[in-house]
């Protein structure tokens, strides 16, 4: 007569082989309590003793009224990463994002691989890649046939395929000529950004609907190069329209760059920043806070577009449907000194 200790590890062998038999990517259901009990020719009560500690040890799950289940196997969580070789080194966006993304990914237990053209292939078209930056649409077409699953932070407007969660830059523009005119500013320029660039575009694009959509309103759109050198230099033009048009001027730069550009020149042609001159920014980096007078920007929620990134990839993970191809992360006005603000700031 064998003794029941002896009997149950016995028991617990043949379950155990029967879990690695069949454990794979899924669930797979096992042999009832009953069924077991019959088969292995034991009692009842020690198939239960088996599976509870089976289940105490991660290899099987039980749902209520509906039996017990294999685990499946534990997949390493993998991303992709391939940032655009345009991205410079000190862009402080970018910088804070990379950190952001790292962080998140790491501690949600994924694996991340940073790759490059060269290494695209078609032996990871299952794993999910986030691209960083612009990027042609030659590459994202090699891209496109080597991944499954696309996610990007920027806005392609001819690549509806691919998940895209981005700030919503229509909305900046939008609300940056709703500031200026609320404000009492009734002569407004944008200082916009080349327009192959689909974040200052649509910045542009919101500008001017909000602008269009107001009376006794005044415009200028100046294009230039999205750095310090261009804000500072088309300075001199700006100082000219104030002194034609004899009245406040609000301006809205496309990036901060531009906007502390032109507040040191224009501060050089002894204009007061905030008052006959209203500028908003965009992007918060750091040094917007350390001009005299700071400057009002909009800044955005890295984490918040991370977690949103990482939020689609577990449920692409887990075998959902992403049916929701753009998210669009509003932005928040951060008021400083370089505006005169008449306006309620929680509008």
């Known amino acids: ?8 590890e016995k028991v617990k062998e043949k379950i155990l082989k ?5 454990r794979g ?22 198939i239960r003793s088996v599976i509870k500690e089976l289940i105490d040890y991660g290899l099987l799950v039980q749902f209520q009224g509906k039996g017990t289940y294999i685990v499946p196997k534990t997949q390493d969580k993998i991303v992709h990463i391939l940032a655009s070789p345009d991205i410079k080194s000190d862009d402080p966006f970018y910088a804070k994002f990379f950190v952001e ?9 994924f694996k991340i691989l940073f790759v490059n ?8 078209k299952d794993i999910p890649i986030v691209m960083i930056g612009l990027l042609k649409d030659e590459l994202i077409d090699q891209v496109k046939r080597n991944y499954k699953y696309i996610l990007t932070i920027e806005q392609y407007m001819n690549h509806d395929e691919i998940i895209q969660v981005s700030v919503d830059d229509y909305r900046i523009g939008w609300m940056a000529a ?18 192959r ?32 050198t261009s804000g500072y230099m088309v300075g001199d033009e700006i100082f000219n329209i104030y002194n034609k048009v004899r009245n406040p001027v609000g301006i809205f730069t496309a990036n901060d760059w531009m906007g502390i550009g032109l507040i040191q020149k224009l501060k050089e042609k002894g204009l007061n920043i905030g ?64 505006l005169r603000v008449v306006i309620d700031k929680n509008e």
């Not at 096992?30 to 009692?43: G, K, N, W, Y």
């Not at 993304?101 to 949600?108: A, G, W």
């Not at 053209?117 to 990871?124: D, F, H, K």
């Not at 908003?280 to 918040?304: N, R």
Request: glycine share 4%.
């Open 1 to 8: 007569m064998e003794f029941k200790p002896l009997i149950k």
């Open 18 to 22: 029967l879990i690695e038999e069949n």
């Open 25 to 46: 990517n899924d669930y797979v259901k096992i042999p009832s309590e009953r069924d077991l009990s019959e088969t292995l020719q034991v009692s009842r009560t020690t």
């Open 101 to 109: 993304l790292t962080n998140i990914f790491t501690l949600n237990g």
């Open 117 to 124: 053209v060269e290494s695209l292939t078609q032996e990871n």
């Open 178 to 195: 709703e500031i200026l005119i609320k404000s009492g500013y009734l002569f407004l320029i944008h200082l916009a950004g080349p327009e």
């Open 197 to 228: 660039y689909t974040a200052s575009y649509l910045r542009k694009i919101g500008f001017l609907d909000r602008v269009k959509n107001s009376t006794g309103i005044n415009y200028k759109i100046i294009e230039s190069k999205m750095n310090y």
């Open 275 to 338: 008052k006959e001159i209203g500028i908003i920014g965009c992007d918060d980096i750091s040094l917007s806070t350390e001009i005299k007078p700071s400057l009002t920007t909009f800044k955005w929620d890295v984490e918040k577009i991370v977690r949103e990134i990482l939020n689609i990839i577990e449920d692409i993970n887990h075998g959902k449907y992403i049916t929701q191809k753009r998210v669009l992360i509003p932005a928040q006005v951060v008021y400083r000194d370089s």
